[in-house]
């Protein structure tokens, strides 16, 4: 007997670079993911809220949650203020359905910005019923050294956030327990970011599985706390060869964490979990979700096509990272 907790899964449309948005829905939908998260970026269609909704009425994809734009690349996207953005981005997640948006805790040269981040986020939390969570980031290492570029820290545990969240890629450059963090956390953590890493300096965001993250421990974790909140793949298929590839690397990804989101209720977990690092996903027709394999590929709607296609999220850096 299994049971399987109500958590969503979600394909981040970060994940689908170079890729457009509207790919990204047309991937998530053929897959059988449950919905996405938009990346608002500098892709028109990320920014605009009329034809995220066209995409995902076509699609039949409901967007669940909202990254703002809080990367220093993105710093110029829905102006340059960060608490606008913010409002902007809540009134996305409203408009949209999205139940949650995700924002970074401020760079630590955006002073005023920080000096209020905490109360101020606490504030929006209470005039609406769209969540922020705020994601744990990591300190920048390079050359023995250690800079934090973030206020007030790169990790939510000790703030007063009212939500949370847990990007698996990020606690890898941090070098932090993210099963000790997500037990910290409690009913704080609302949403995660499944993704990989093998401890570098560099924020690689794996497909779940090939690092040394406790990624099926995480999701084990969650199911057997009935977490009912959202889990985004947030993968770097950037080196995929052709669609083909990406689509695959997309597929092991959702039928790895819908498997392992499932808790054995009579049997013995180790028969069927993944639990070495680095071994190739289970097959997604044993996962008990057909819809990983899903419908032919349909071309994009029409209606967003006045928006020039325009390529997603660059090679991560230190501090650009989602």
């Known amino acids: 007997m299994l049971r399987v907790p109500e958590a969503k899964v979600a394909l981040s449309t970060a994940s689908t670079y170079p890729e457009s ?3 990204a829905f047309e991937m998530a939908a053929r897959l059988g993911y449950d919905g996405l998260e938009v990346m608002v970026w500098t892709d028109p269609v990320s920014q605009d809220i009329d034809a995220l909704r066209r995409l995902s009425d076509y699609h039949g994809m409901p967007i669940l949650a909202i990254h703002s734009p809080c990367l220093l690349v993105t710093q110029r996207v829905w102006g340059s203020e960060p608490w606008p953005k913010l409002l902007r981005a809540r009134k996305a997640a409203e408009d949209l359905g999205a139940s949650t948006v995700v924002v970074h805790p401020p760079f630590r040269w955006q002073r005023d910005y920080a000096r209020d981040f905490v109360e101020g986020i606490e504030r929006m939390a209470a005039e609406t019923d769209v969540r922020f ?6 300190p920048l290492r390079a050359r023995g050294r250690s800079v934090v570029p973030y206020a007030p820290d790169w990790s939510p545990v000790d703030q007063d956030y009212r939500h949370v969240t847990l990007d698996l890629s990020h606690t890898s450059v941090s070098q932090s327990d993210p099963l000790a963090m997500a037990s910290a956390l409690g009913d704080r953590l609302v949403h995660v970011h499944m993704a990989d890493g093998v401890g570098s300096a560099r924020d690689e965001h794996l497909i779940p599985g ?3 993250q406790p990624c099926v421990g995480m999701l084990e974790f969650l199911a057997g706390r009935g977490f009912d909140g959202t889990v985004v793949v947030e993968v770097n298929t950037r080196r995929a060869e052709s669609r083909a590839d990406r ?12 498997l392992n989101l499932a808790v054995g209720l009579e049997t013995d977990p180790a028969a069927w979990r993944r639990s070495q690092p680095g071994a190739r996903a289970p097959d997604p027709a044993v996962s008990g979700h057909a819809a990983v394999s899903g419908p032919p590929a349909v071309s994009g709607p029409p209606a967003v096509s006045g928006h020039a296609a325009v390529s997603g999220p660059p090679a991560d850096a230190a501090g650009t990272t989602a």
């Open 21 to 23: 948005t509207a790919s």
């Open 133 to 138: 969570a705020v994601e744990n980031m990591f």
């Open 210 to 212: 090939r690092g040394e």
């Open 247 to 258: 689509e695959a690397d997309l597929a092991e990804a959702l039928a790895f964490t819908r």
